[in-house]
């Protein structure tokens, strides 16, 4: 039974870590969880590294969501902006999200 200083969305996160599903056996498609506690910091305020990520049949990344480097809000002079950690790569792009 969760306890009301608990949250139970990231308790299922962090026991999540280190699962690969095979979405797909023929197609060659699977889902990898990495969710480790870290000590918060202004980067990473929830004290979580993560790291969700959808590969297809060359085991190559087609989605992912994860916190493991910094990337700017937007190319340019409006990329000035505070760089964010939560980010999803779709493919070859990388966009911020909260």
Do not use: C
Not at 49 to 59: C, D, V
Request: cysteine-free.
């Amino acid at each position: 039974m969760a306890t009301p200083d608990r949250d139970a969305g990231l308790d299922t996160l962090l026991y999540l870590d280190g699962v690969v599903l095979v979405v797909d056996e023929k197609g060659g498609y699977w889902v990898k969880f990495e969710v480790r506690r870290i000590e918060a910091t202004a980067a990473r305020p929830h004290g979580l590294y993560y790291s969700l990520t959808l590969h297809g049949t060359a085991n190559e990344r087609l989605v992912g969501f994860d916190n493991a480097h910094g990337v700017r809000q937007s190319l340019g002079p409006a990329g000035k902006r505070p760089i964010a950690f939560d980010h999803k790569h779709r493919f070859r792009t990388i966009s911020p999200y909260e």
